[in-house]
């Protein structure tokens, strides 16, 4: 059977794919492999994840959510999706600080791309990592936790370092949100761009750079009828306007618990257009985010024909070597283009010309052509921990320079 990524654009190259049930077992297997990658959920949009050598899937382990409820923390298994993560917490009193836009997918995926939700003062979803478990290419088990030399190198690693078995994260208090969905932003309105972006818990802006809306999640009401020159949305929206939105978390301002109004797409339901589509997204400091969009606005009759829509989100700085994020506050500009390669990368190409003087970096899941220079820091653990290359694959080696 042939293995493909979640969008079916990207074929995976195992020679054989293992879905071990143990933790001995897989570092049986790791110690055994010259070449061996971890997938996760499939959501990403590149060869990240590919290998020609032995891919691992770990959705056979034991299950594995251990609540620490007097230390404010979960350790989760690898292959845990937040949809199934989410309501366990909830029902414990706790939360998960942010969330990205699907909650499909997997945890360990998701925070090794650099993954994100949006609000200025969120940061990724890997910032709320405080310890990492990993097999490494021996077949050891390694620990690494906040305030470890190799830590802020380990948790967003693209898989280079070794299989993450499981995770701790950082968790707060259970808290509600409402969502609404205003309409008709103005390029006039980009002007506002911070304080906008500063009126929710999370905000993103979908545009098709010509007509914008607004996701705003905020906790409190929002009162008045005039909001930055916009008008409130008549009924649930899909950020794809040609889309129905019963795939949707709840809107119309009606409160709801935190997992369900942080993503836009509710975890019973095949998310956003269920595959059909490509992904890029850029990340720009966010001081250049007004002339920024400015610029894709002035291109836009370009950029239409391969695009479904854009995202434009907030996320604020971290310290991990490899995160889009690391040591700036972001914004994200992210596109959903139609399922056809040929018209897309033409396009790609264009958008990362444009933005080329912003220094955007790529999230690391998604298409990208230009590769941003490696730390040398993070190439000397990968060659200290993976001296062979066993984890390496066609994408890392190109990050890497080799």
């Known amino acids: 059977m042939t293995l493909t990524n979640w969008a079916g654009n990207t074929t995976f190259h195992a020679k054989e794919v293992h879905h071990p049930t143990s933790l001995d077992e897989l570092r049986r297997l790791v110690a055994g492999s010259s070449s061996v990658r971890a997938l996760g959920s499939g959501h990403s949009f590149n060869h990240v994840a590919d290998t020609a050598g032995d891919l691992v899937v770990l959705d056979r382990m034991p299950e594995l959510?251990?609540?620490?409820?007097?230390?404010?923390?979960?350790?989760?298994?690898?292959?845990?999706?937040?949809?199934?993560?989410?309501?366990?917490?909830?029902?414990?009193?706790?939360?998960?600080?942010?969330?990205?836009?699907?909650?499909?997918?997997?945890?360990?995926?998701?925070?090794?791309?650099?993954?994100?939700?949006?609000?200025?003062?969120?940061?990724?979803?890997?910032?709320?990592?405080?310890?990492?478990?990993?097999?490494t290419a021996d077949g050891s088990a390694l620990t690494l936790a906040r305030g470890d030399a190799d830590f802020a190198g380990a948790v967003v690693s693209l898989g280079a370092l070794g299989v993450v078995t499981s995770l701790t994260l950082d968790l707060v208090p259970a808290f509600e949100l409402r969502q609404y969905v205003r309409e008709g932003l103005t390029q006039d309105a980009l002007a506002d761009f911070e304080a906008i972006m500063a009126s929710g818990y999370s905000v993103s802006l979908f545009t098709d750079f010509r007509d914008t809306r607004v996701w705003l999640k905020r906790e409190d009401e929002l009162t008045g009828p005039d909001w930055y020159g916009t008008t409130p949305a008549d009924g649930p929206r899909h950020p794809l306007p040609t889309m129905p939105a019963d795939t949707c978390t709840g809107q119309l301002g009606v409160p709801g618990p935190w997992y369900d109004r942080l993503p836009h797409f509710r975890a019973d339901s095949p998310p956003s257009g269920a595959g059909d589509e490509l992904q890029s997204e850029l990340l720009l400091p966010r001081e250049h985010a007004v002339k920024a969009l400015r610029e894709l606005f002035a291109i836009g009759e370009r950029i239409r024909p391969a695009l479904q829509i854009s995202e434009i989100r907030t996320i604020a700085a971290d310290d991990l070597w490899l995160s889009p994020f690391n040591g700036r506050d972001t914004v994200g500009i992210h596109f959903t283009w139609v399922r056809d390669v040929a018209t897309v990368m033409p396009v790609l190409e264009l958008v990362e010309e444009t933005l080329a003087p912003f220094d955007p970096r790529p999230h690391w899941g998604k298409l990208f052509t230009r590769f941003p220079e490696c730390p040398e820091r993070f190439r000397s653990l990968v060659h200290r921990l993976d001296p062979a290359g066993k984890f390496g694959n066609a994408f890392t080696r190109v990050l890497l320079g080799e």
């Open 65 to 135: 959510v251990e609540i620490d409820s007097a230390a404010a923390k979960v350790r989760v298994g690898a292959r845990t999706t937040y949809a199934r993560l989410a309501p366990l917490l909830h029902q414990a009193g706790f939360a998960l600080a942010n969330m990205a836009s699907l909650p499909h997918i997997s945890v360990a995926g998701s925070v090794a791309t650099g993954t994100h939700g949006s609000g200025v003062t969120q940061p990724g979803l890997a910032a709320a990592v405080s310890s990492i478990d990993l097999v």
